[in-house]
């Protein structure tokens, strides 16, 4: 079978620095992907992580340790409208994404 | 350019009834997919198109769901003899990619459609 966890909930100041955890457990992997969902919106990607390292977008970047089986997503400089879901998902090769169960994120000022 | 369409946005059915759920993919997007999203949770995977066929219908959780891609394009989620637990979000996805490829960035990238808010009585 295939696990992700990644916490429920976190809450940060405006401006400060997020990170939001991720680990899977999967039969095969391919690499991590990050999506972000405002409520009552459409899931929208993020980043893809296939190789070990650190992916920066702006001020989102996403890391990945395959050894570990173990990524992070890391929000800079946040704002408000960063307040959403965000989910990690794997790519584990001919299967189509499983995703985590997301973790909501508040950001307050 | 238009990204994926779903309809309708939202469908209130009774039990035991039939409905069929509309996805319109990205033009040219070969992968097409099918999630459902219950409250607090992730998309659960349904499955999914490459092209016309189904390559992998592992996610759908009975044989009262069935979808079909007869041209390659929109696709339609059918849902015989609702439950109520069947009610959910049921979004669409598109890639021009299929999944499993190497590849960084965005290549992996799933485009996903609005959501039909399915609610059985």
């Known amino acids: 079978g295939q696990s992700l966890e990644q916490p429920s909930e976190v809450t940060a100041v405006e401006g400060a620095i997020v990170q939001i955890n991720c680990t899977y457990q999967t039969s095969g992997f391919y690499g991590l992907s990050w999506y972000q969902q405002h409520d009552g919106g459409a899931p929208t990607f993020l980043s893809y992580n296939a190789l070990d390292g650190l992916e920066e977008t702006g001020r989102f970047s996403s890391f990945l340790s395959r050894s570990d089986s173990y990524g992070y997503l890391l929000l800079q400089e946040l704002q408000m409208k960063d307040s959403a879901s965000y989910f990690c998902a794997v790519n584990s090769g001919n299967t189509p994404l499983v995703f985590g169960k997301g973790t909501r994120l508040s950001v307050i000022a | 350019g238009a990204g994926v369409s779903q309809t309708p946005s939202n469908k209130v059915t009774e039990k035991g009834k039939y409905v069929e759920l509309r996805c319109d993919p990205i033009?040219?997007?070969?992968?097409l997919y099918w999630y459902r999203q219950s409250l607090g949770q992730g998309p659960e995977f349904l499955i999914y198109f490459q092209g016309t066929g189904a390559a992998d219908d592992s996610g759908l959780p009975n044989d009262r769901f069935f979808a079909v891609r007869p041209e390659g394009s929109v696709s339609t989620l059918k849902i015989q003899r609702t439950e109520r637990g069947d009610s959910a979000v049921y979004l669409c996805?598109?890639?021009?990619?299929?999944?499993?490829?190497?590849?960084?960035?965005?290549?992996?990238?799933?485009?996903f459609g609005p959501g039909t808010r399915l609610t059985v009585l």
């Open positions: 996805a598109s890639s021009p990619n299929p999944p499993g490829l190497a590849g960084g960035g965005s290549y992996n990238e799933q485009f």
């Open positions: 033009s040219g997007h070969t992968a």
